[in-house]
Nanobody, 115 residues
Framework: VQLQASGGGLVQAGDSLRLSCAAFGFSLDDYAIGWFRQAPGKEREGVACISSTNGATYYADSVQGRFTISGDSAKNTVYLQMNSLKPEDAAVYYC?????????WGQGTQVTVSS
């Protein structure tokens, strides 16, 4: 059972990135999926999540209108499309799957945004 986050990189302010969170050994359809991020010296914060029940999405105020979370059941993958990136979006991004009494975390992917 594993969650694998990928897609991070170094971009300039205003650019876009798409992060992927792929699940192995279980179906993401049965889990609520969240993206979190942690910048150096700061606490981990929730960025976006998507419900397994009805597909409802939630976004932190700081990313509302710029980030979009979505899922692809066929690929067992959840994405985080990040547009209009800002230097303050730089962090290690983690995906998290919660459901059926389990709580899984991916290994994190680094996003660096230069101004």
């Amino acid at each position: 059972v594993q969650l694998q986050a990928s897609g991070g990189g170094l971009v300039q302010a205003g650019d876009s990135l798409r992060l992927s969170c792929a699940a192995f050994g279980f179906s993401l359809d049965d889990y609520a999926i969240g993206w979190f991020r942690q910048a150096p010296g700061k606490e981990r914060e929730g960025v976006a999540c998507i419900s397994s029940t009805n597909g409802a999405t939630y976004y932190a105020d700081s990313v509302q209108g710029r980030f979009t979370i979505s899922g692809d059941s066929a690929k067992n993958t959840v994405y985080l499309q990040m547009n209009s990136l800002k230097p303050e979006d730089a962090a290690v991004y983690y995906c998290n799957a919660v459901g059926r009494g389990y709580d899984y975390w991916g290994q994190g992917t680094q996003v660096t945004v230069s101004s």
